[in-house]
């Protein structure tokens, strides 16, 4: 079973950084397709992020330029490197996994930006 535990939510200032990560368990990452979600409560989930098997990425037009996704192999880890944040950015951020659709997800780590 993929067990997915996310880390390195926090509050941090308009302009700030912040780095979540998404430890991979039960599974390799080289295997799996991986995202990074977000919610807000009273609407939607909404992808922030994603990365393929092969290393591709893609972005949603909102963090297009400030976010960026990475994965490491050795840690079985992925990433969400964020900068340049906005009190718009805060959410509870999810990592999301799978084969073909995205089946496993963490817990959610909260995100809250100060303006």
């Known amino acids: 079973q993929v067990q997915l535990v996310e880390s390195g939510g926090g509050l941090v200032q308009a302009g700030g950084s912040l780095r979540l990560s998404c430890t991979v368990s039960?599974?390799?990452?080289?295997?799996?397709?991986m995202a990074w979600y977000r919610q807000v409560p009273g609407k939607t989930r909404d992808m922030v992020a994603g990365i393929t098997r092969s290393g591709s990425t893609n972005y949603a037009d909102f963090v297009k330029g400030r976010f960026t996704i990475s994965r490491d192999g050795a840690n079985n880890t992925m990433y969400l490197q964020m900068n340049s944040l906005r009190p718009e950015d805060t959410a509870v951020y999810y990592c999301a996994a799978g084969y073909i659709s995205y089946n496993f997800w963490g817990q959610g780590t909260q995100v809250t930006v100060s303006s």
């Open positions: 039960g599974s390799t990452l080289r295997t799996l397709r």
